[in-house]
């Protein structure tokens, strides 16, 4: 597979968009309600947000497999058992090996390590197979790990690695389609064949599912977040004018302290003063929310998903961002199907619980 110029620059942020961020999680078991919620009857009119406010809070991974389960980051692995039941045993959070050439094989050796700690402390659960995600490109048919500025990796055959050292079949995939899985399965995409998961962080990262499955187009899929909106800001991809460039929480908090020359404490304090009347948090707020309406816009035109389910620290601006998103698309667009706008459900926990969910469906 050849490389495009710009994933070149050690700069592109594809792979620090990874943006479930969260407090690590001591308990063993995710809150939540046992019941998965999906619609008994599987009948289309179950769609919707009626539906999937009936199915209450998000749920565990529930019964299954006993698997291992790896969510890798650039700075930490989450790593965890997952038991018959589908409560995760020994979550933790252990950091990530430093970059170098040999970061596969060093990355492998440590999740043997951590698999070894919890086989330990749970002698009695007999994992049946491994599920690892990565961050970056990723090539989930090869088993690649294509390219990663935070992993420094170029084609790393990651999943033959682990299944030589695990001697367990191994799920491989990427870590932001991990999280859109687990949306998809657990979370606020429940119910929706054809959803769109953004998560709006530091940058912007995207889940395509269509048809229930994830589209992936050898690991270039989904890159929401550099999809031009704009004639600029320079991207750190290189690129003018991309999402993330406008819109992602970084970029709203970055450019209201270029304008205003006064720092703050993050997106939520930038919404927070325009809805306090400070104009330059208003104009800088202003503009993502119409960076994203365009985007949002483009993707209802050509792929109508039926919801957008949006994650990631911006969305916990709540109606602030998820009322005013509604009322533009309605405004901006004419025959389309406005898709449903409802919030992630998973936060920091979407990465493993996605692992776990791809290591079960491994036959
Ligand atoms: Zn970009």
New binding site residues.
């Given amino acids: 597979m050849t490389i495009p110029s710009p994933l070149d620059r050690g700069t592109y942020?594809a792979a620090q968009a990874r943006a479930y961020g969260g407090e690590p999680r001591g308990a063993e078991r995710f809150p939540g309600d046992a019941d998965h919620g999906r619609a008994a009857d599987g009948s289309g009119e179950e769609r919707g947000r009626d539906a999937r406010a009936a199915a209450g809070p998000a749920a565990e991974l529930g019964p299954g497999r006993a698997v291992l389960a790896f969510d890798v980051g650039g700075t930490d692995i989450k790593s965890a058992l997952f038991d018959e039941t589908g409560a995760a045993l020994g979550l933790r959070r252990t950091p990530t090996p430093p970059p170098g050439p040999d970061l596969p094989e060093r990355l492998i050796a440590r999740l043997l390590d951590l698999a070894a700690q919890l086989r330990a402390e749970h002698p009695d659960v007999e994992p049946a197979a491994v599920g690892l995600v990565v961050p970056g490109i990723v090539d989930e048919e090869s088993g690649i790990g294509v390219f990663a500025s935070n992993m420094g990796w170029r084609n790393a055959p990651i999943r033959a690695l682990a299944e030589a050292a695990f001697g367990l079949p191994v799920a491989f995939g990427h870590d932001v389609g991990g999280g859109g899985l687990a949306e998809h399965e657990l979370g606020g995409a429940r119910g929706y064949d054809d959803v769109v998961v953004l998560i709006i962080g530091t940058g912007i990262a995207g889940v395509l599912l269509l048809d229930g499955r994830i589209h992936t187009a050898g690991g270039f899929a989904g890159e929401i977040?550099?999809s031009p909106v704009a004639d600029e800001p320079v991207?750190?991809?290189?690129?003018r004018g991309?999402l993330?460039?406008i819109a992602s929480a970084g970029a709203i908090a970055r450019r209201y302290t270029e304008r205003s020359g006064s720092p703050v404490d993050g997106a939520k304090e930038v919404i927070a003063r325009a809805a306090a009347g400070d104009r330059i948090a208003a104009q800088v707020w202003d503009e993502a929310l119409h960076a994203l309406t365009l985007s949002i816009a483009q993707l209802t035109a050509v792929l109508a998903p039926q919801a957008v389910v949006i994650g990631g620290g911006l969305s916990r601006a709540g109606g602030a961002l998820f009322d005013e998103l509604r009322a533009r698309l309605e405004a901006r667009l004419s025959f389309h199907r406005i898709p449903d706008l409802v919030p992630a459900q998973l936060r920091g926990n979407a990465g493993i619980l996605g692992a776990a969910l791809r290591a079960r469906s491994l036959e």
């Fill in positions: 942020p977040g550099h991207c750190a991809c290189g690129a991309c993330e460039a």
